[in-house]
Nanobody, 127 residues
Framework: RVQLVESGGGSVQAGGSLRLSCAAS????????MAWFRQVPGKEREGVAS????????YYTDSVKGRFTISQDNANNTVSLQMNNLKPEDTAMYYC????????????????????WGQGTQVTVSS
C-alpha cells in the first residue's frame, strides 16, 4: 500500500508544543520531497515546511520559522514536525505530503505539486 499516515495531533494551550509524525510506506522514501501543509476550513492549503530526504535541505514558511522544525528519520521511514511555542493561529488540520524531489523549493511550497497525501491530523491551540 502506498500511503502516508500522520500522528501526533491534539489540543494544546498557547506556548505549548506538539510533535507530528508522518510514516511513509509503499514507495521509495529516499530522494523525495516530504512536506507538511495545513488548512483551515474554507481556506486554501498552506505549505508549512518541507525537507528533501536525499540531502536534508529544508523550507519553512515565515510564520513558523524559529518555532517549527522538520526532520527525517530514515531508520523509521518517517518525517516529523516539531512544533514549539504554538500559537492559536497555528490551529489547523495538518497534512503530510510527498512528491518528487523537485517539489522541494527554497522559496515556496505548492500543494498542486503533491499527489500523495496523508489523512490529516488536527492541531488545536487555545489561548
Amino acid at each position: 500500500r502506498v500511503q502516508l499516515v500522520e500522528s501526533g495531533g491534539g489540543s494544546v494551550q498557547a506556548g505549548g508544543s506538539l510533535r507530528l509524525s508522518c510514516a511513509a510506506s509503499g514507495f521509495t522514501y529516499s530522494s523525495n520531497c516530504m512536506a507538511w501543509f495545513r488548512q483551515v476550513p474554507g481556506k486554501e492549503r498552506e505549505g508549512v515546511a518541507s525537507i528533501y530526504t536525499g540531502g536534508g535541505a529544508t523550507y519553512y514558511t515565515d510564520s513558523v520559522k524559529g518555532r517549527f522544525t522538520i526532520s527525517q528519520d530514515n531508520a523509521n521511514n518517517t518525517v516529523s514536525l516539531q512544533m514549539n511555542n504554538l500559537k492559536p493561529e497555528d490551529t489547523a488540520m495538518y497534512y503530510c505530503a510527498a512528491s518528487e524531489y523537485f517539489s522541494c523549493r527554497s522559496y515556496q511550497l505548492n500543494d498542486f505539486d503533491f499527489r500523495l497525501w496523508g489523512q490529516g491530523t488536527q492541531v488545536t491551540v487555545s489561548s
